[in-house]
């Protein structure tokens, strides 16, 4: 059974560089998000300075992205809020069950993320437009939810190997 479990371990290379290339991505969503905004506010104060009145929506739209993929990488992480007070209090194999059931939990979240974000994105997103930018689709504006949940997928399907994988390694030593 060990041996599965290292064929499978070779994938883990595959995880850091997803987890890498969505934690680049939010850090230059946080770079564009601070320029624009300092541009927008020292706008409205320094005459040289323009104010485009396409900031706001685009400052939110990088939020939100910044918002949902940071929340896929908290999932990799274990960062995410969790009630585990009663932890210490509960048979171990208690505990790695209710992990396992939440892992699944937000795996089906993250599934109807997929689904239900990429029908919003491509249609009621594809339809209109930013109203400061009438050549930008809203499509942009609903897309980070699937793309999220994307990343969701992928690191909860780690999470729940790690799970599976200490069960059965901890029962064969």
């Known amino acids: 059974m060990a041996s599965v479990f290292e064929k499978i371990d070779k994938v883990k290379p595959v ?16 770079v564009v998000d601070i320029g624009i905004t300092c541009m927008a506010v020292a706008g409205r104060y320094i005459s040289f300075i323009p104010d485009p009145s396409w900031s706001e929506e685009i400052v939110l739209t990088c939020m939100s992205y910044m918002a949902v993929l940071s929340a896929a990488l908290a999932i990799r992480r274990g960062a995410h809020i969790r009630m585990t007070a009663l932890d210490s209090y509960m048979p171990k194999a208690v505990v790695k069950f209710l992990d396992i059931l939440a892992d699944v939990s937000v795996l089906i979240l993250a599934v109807i993320m997929i689904t239900v974000g990429w029908r919003y994105a491509s249609g009621i997103g594809a339809k209109g437009s930013y109203v400061s930018m009438p050549g930008l689709s809203r499509f942009w504006m609903y897309f980070p939810v699937p793309l999220a949940g994307v990343a969701m997928v992928v690191f909860e399907l780690e999470a729940l190997y790690s799970h599976v994988k200490d069960i059965f390694v901890k029962e064969e030593k």
Do not use: A, P, S
């Open 15 to 30: 995880y850091d560089m997803v987890y890498r290339g969505v934690m680049f991505l939010c850090k230059v969503l946080l």
